[in-house]
């Protein structure tokens, strides 16, 4: 079993930048394919973007495509989203999830979630 545990959100201002790293523990990573997702308040949790084990393959939110971009760090274990031109639109938490299977949204394991705030 992996544990996932998600840092780097915060406070921006629209037009900035954030990056957000998902960390594990207990497995490696690099036998998951991991997938961001967001939920704004009073909203379903949405699916953000997704990479697979190998790093290789991405794919992404039509809402964010061109302005995040997931890698992944296999030797270091984690995963990271660079969000770029940040509106406030993009408030919201943010989870990462794992899961041996490559799917869109019924992942085994997730990490707390990393509140991102975007003022404008």
């Known amino acids: 079993q992996v544990q996932l545990v998600e840092s780097g959100g915060g406070l921006v201002q629209a037009g900035g930048s954030l990056r957000l790293s998902c960390a594990a523990s207990g497995r490696t990573l690099s036998t998951y394919n991991v997938g961001w997702f967001r939920q704004a308040p009073g909203k379903e949790r949405e699916f953000v973007a997704r990479i697979t084990k190998s790093g290789i393959s991405t794919y992404y939110a039509d809402s964010v495509k061109g302005r995040f971009t997931v890698s992944r760090d296999n030797a270091k274990n984690t995963v990271s989203l660079q969000m770029n031109s940040l509106t406030p639109a993009d408030t919201a938490v943010y989870y990462c999830?794992?899961?041996?299977?490559?799917?869109?949204?019924?992942?085994?394991?997730w990490g707390q979630g990393t509140q991102v705030t975007v003022s404008s």
């Open positions: 999830a794992a899961d041996v299977r490559l799917t869109m949204s019924n992942y085994a394991y």
